[in-house]
T-cell receptor
């Protein structure tokens, strides 16, 4: 069954701790993305990756880090430098990053920093 | 950056046709227009994509005028389950990044 998985669905962390969110896809897509969504707001791009071992900053990359060691995986680390990390995090993938490349989204991870 | 502007919210009743318009004045020549649907606490889902004129699939139609500075998503005979946020998306045109605006919250009433 193809798709994108994110784990965990809910995550709680204490302030000052780094936390890593998982994103895995078996769609054989080259491109992967991370978005952040705050309540009642749209999606904001954090990082995206066009190919393995390459990634680019999005609009709100400060306080976040990513890696792309495998085509299937694009984990996101929320560091203690992120001022307000509590949000809904969405991972997506697409064949490429062109305008016609449909993005397929995972179910999301809701992160709450206590 | 090819940003988009949409109405914040719309109300409709079951069985009506709903038209949501998106403005994208800075769309680039090679950009396509894509619409997504998002339910609460879920990831967005692809609805339809087009470049010019009209595109229709089993769930919606997309109308794009000749100047491509706007587009209209048309949902025929909506039901309560169509209550969601709808996003209009265009490519950056330079870096191929995507910009999700704040979307339009559609509320379908019985």
């Amino acid at each position: 069954d193809g798709g994108i998985t994110q784990s965990p669905k809910y995550l709680f962390r204490k302030e000052g701790q780094n936390v890593t969110l998982s994103c895995e896809q078996n769609l054989n897509h080259d491109a992967m993305y991370w978005y952040r969504q705050d309540p009642g707001q749209g999606l904001r791009l954090i990082y995206y990756s066009q190919i393995v071992n390459d990634f680019q900053k999005g609009d709100i990359a400060e306080g976040y880090s990513v890696s792309r060691e495998k085509k299937e995986s694009f984990p996101l680390t929320v560091t203690s430098a992120q001022k307000n990390p509590t949000a809904f995090y969405l991972c997506a993938s697409s064949l490429g990053v062109g305008s016609t490349d449909t993005q397929y989204f995972g179910p999301g991870t809701r992160l709450t920093v206590l | 950056l090819a940003k988009t502007t949409q109405p914040i919210s719309m109300d409709s009743y079951e069985g009506q046709e709903v038209n949501i318009t998106c403005s994208h004045n800075n769309i680039a020549t090679n950009d396509y227009i894509t619409w997504y649907q998002q339910f609460p606490s879920q990831g967005p889902r692809f609805i339809i994509q087009g470049y010019k004129t009209k595109v229709t699939n089993e769930v919606a139609s997309l109308f794009i005028p000749a100047d491509r500075k706007s587009s209209t998503l048309s949902l025929p005979r909506v039901s309560l389950s169509d209550t969601a946020v709808y996003y209009c998306l265009v490519g950056d045109g330079v870096f191929n990044k995507f910009y999700f605006g704040s979307g339009t919250k559609l509320n379908v009433k019985p």
